[in-house]
T-cell receptor, first 110, second 114 residues
C-alpha cells in the first residue's frame, strides 16, 4: 500500500485564522481521500480527489491534488470551533487495503 | 438504518485474557478493516478482508486474530500475546471494484487492560 506523510502533526490556531494540512507521498497516487475525526469520535469521509491538479471546495474547505498526484492539501478558511479534530488523508487504490496518513490534529483557540 | 456497528463501546480486560470485539455491517460491503488508534496517534491497520473466508495481515497484526465467516461480520480477537492492547479499535467497511468509494467506520471500541 501507499505510504503518506502528513504535516504538520499538530496545529493550534486562533478562531478565524486559516489552517492547512499537507499530505505527501513518495509515489504517484491513483486518488486520495480525506477524512475528519472529531475528538472521541470516528473518522468521517469528507471528499475524494482523482484528477491531476484537481481542486474541490466544500464551503470553507478547499482540497487540492497536486499536478504530479504525489501530494494533496486541505485548507480551511476562517476556522471555527466546529473544525476541531484530526484530519487524515488516505490514498485510495482500487481493490487495495485502505491505509491512512499520520493525521494533523487541529485545535482552535477561541 | 444501514451502517456499521461495533460492540461493546467500552471493554475492560484482565491481563492474560483473550477478548473479542464485534463488527457488523449491513451495507453489503465486500471489504472490511480493523484499525488501532492510540491516544493522539493515527490509524494503524491490523487486518483487512476483501472476501468471505479470506483476510490479510495489516501493519500490526501480531497478537490479533480475525475471521470472516459471513460477509456482514468481521470480529477481531485481541489475544494475550498482544503486549499492549489498551487502545481505541475502529472497524470500517467499503465497496470493492468501484473506484473512489468511501470507507464507513463504526463508533469504535475502547479497550482497557486492567
Amino acid at each position: 500500500g501507499q505510504q503518506v506523510m502528513q504535516i504538520p502533526q499538530y496545529q493550534h490556531v486562533q478562531e478565524g485564522e486559516d489552517f492547512t494540512t499537507y499530505c505527501n507521498s513518495s509515489t504517484t497516487l491513483s486518488n486520495i481521500q480525506w477524512y475528519k475525526q472529531r475528538p472521541g469520535g470516528h473518522p468521517v469521509f469528507l471528499i475524494q480527489l482523482v484528477k491531476s491538479g484537481e481542486v474541490k471546495k466544500q464551503k470553507r474547505l478547499t482540497f487540492q491534488f497536486g499536478e504530479a498526484k504525489k501530494n494533496s492539501s486541505l485548507h480551511i478558511t476562517a476556522t471555527q470551533t466546529t473544525d476541531v479534530g484530526t484530519y487524515f488523508c488516505a490514498p485510495a487504490q482500487l481493490n487495495e487495503k485502505l491505509t491512512f496518513g499520520t493525521g494533523t490534529r487541529l485545535t482552535i483557540i477561541p | 438504518d444501514g451502517g456499521i456497528t461495533q460492540s461493546p463501546k467500552y471493554l475492560f480486560r484482565k491481563e492474560g485474557q483473550n477478548v473479542t470485539l464485534s463488527c457488523e455491517q449491513n451495507l453489503n460491503h465486500d471489504a472490511m478493516y480493523w484499525y488501532r488508534q492510540d491516544p493522539g496517534q493515527g490509524l494503524r491497520l491490523i487486518y483487512y478482508s476483501q472476501i468471505v473466508n479470506d483476510f490479510q495481515k495489516g501493519d500490526i497484526a501480531e497478537g490479533y486474530s480475525v475471521s470472516r465467516e459471513k460477509k456482514e461480520s468481521f470480529p477481531l480477537t485481541v489475544t494475550s500475546a498482544q503486549k499492549n492492547p489498551t487502545a481505541f479499535y475502529l472497524c470500517a467497511s467499503s465497496i470493492l471494484d468501484v473506484p473512489g468509494t468511501e470507507a464507513f467506520f463504526g463508533q469504535g471500541t475502547r479497550l482497557t487492560v486492567v
